[in-house]
């Protein structure tokens, strides 16, 4: 299907010139006859044939076409939703079993509608506007309620809530988002930074992250960095022996400490020798961290 895919890119918009001069082109196509379009799709099921798949791919451009006109109304090229919606038809065919008594048109229109949705939602706003199964489906039938221009009053809420299948306040929600736009978060090329009129004021000159204290971490950083240097410091007034066991028992990152047990059976003197060169040893590193 790769093959046919580049084959079919070769009569793209960029390579004929224009919108329109495509759409002449996918209308010059011959629509096929049910017998040939099983014929095809046939071959192609069965034995992988890829002429039999460019075939079926060109007599059904018109459709995609009609289909991708229906979604005018978003403001994105035509072209991409032609495109897009000749990817539905292709990953289609490729699924279309001919066995089944039914038309190929018939059983592509639910991919063809699958990526110019996916694509419309991608691109209609920087923030997606529906991400749920649920806001996808509300977010389509609602333009298509929008019966004028304006807010939708308490009364057409209702309706559209009742007729969806959706609640009322999923149904402001929606209209709030798909009323909304896209704003600059900084300042444009053109926006002087020394002029803070509201006018040229971007959302990245009044947001506050309340999450994070940009302070208080520098603060953190400062002291675990000052800390870290007095205790390798302090250390240095150990002796070899001494700076092994606090390393070994307090600063080494192990899923548990080492044991007093442990320690003594690698210096061969006993536990309690080891709990007191421990303590005396921290007994000097405090002094030497507080001096």
Excluded at 85 to 100: E, Q, T
Excluded at 134 to 162: C, D, Y
């Amino acid at each position: 299907m790769k093959k046919v895919k580049n084959q079919i890119n070769t009569i793209s918009f960029f390579n004929i010139g224009s919108l329109d001069a495509y759409i002449r082109m996918a209308n010059s196509f011959s629509i096929l006859t049910s017998e040939k379009e099983k014929l095809l799709a046939k071959k192609l099921f069965f034995y992988g044939d890829i002429e039999s798949a460019k075939l079926l791919i060109l007599s059904n451009l018109r459709f995609v076409i009609h289909v991708a006109k229906n979604y005018s109304g978003y403001g994105l090229p035509q072209a991409d939703l032609i495109q897009e919606g000749n990817i539905g038809l292709m990953k289609a065919i490729r699924r279309f079993n001919p066995d089944v008594n039914v038309r190929l048109v018939s059983f592509a229109v639910h991919w063809i509608k699958s990526e110019i949705h996916e694509y419309v939602l991608k691109n209609w706003r920087i923030v997606k506007v529906a991400t749920t199964k649920a806001q996808r489906k509300l977010f389509f039938n609602l333009r298509k309620s929008k019966k004028r221009l304006g807010w939708f009053n308490r009364n057409e809420i209702e309706i559209v809530a009742r007729e969806l299948g959706v609640s009322k306040q999923e149904v402001k929600e929606m209209e709030a988002r798909m009323s909304a736009q896209d704003i600059t978060f900084d300042i444009t090329s053109k926006d002087s930074c020394t002029d803070y009129s509201v006018n040229n004021l971007r959302s990245s000159f009044y947001l506050e992250d309340k999450k994070s204290n940009f302070a208080v971490k520098v603060e953190k950083e400062n002291w675990a960095s000052h800390a870290t240097t007095k205790l390798s410091n302090a250390l240095l007034v150990l002796d070899e022996r001494s700076q092994q066991i606090i390393k070994r028992r307090w600063l080494d990152h192990n899923d548990s400490k080492i044991t007093l047990q442990a320690i003594a059976q690698d210096y061969g003197i006993s536990a309690e020798r080891v709990r007191q060169l421990e303590k005396n040893a921290m007994k000097k590193l405090k002094i030497a961290i507080e001096a």
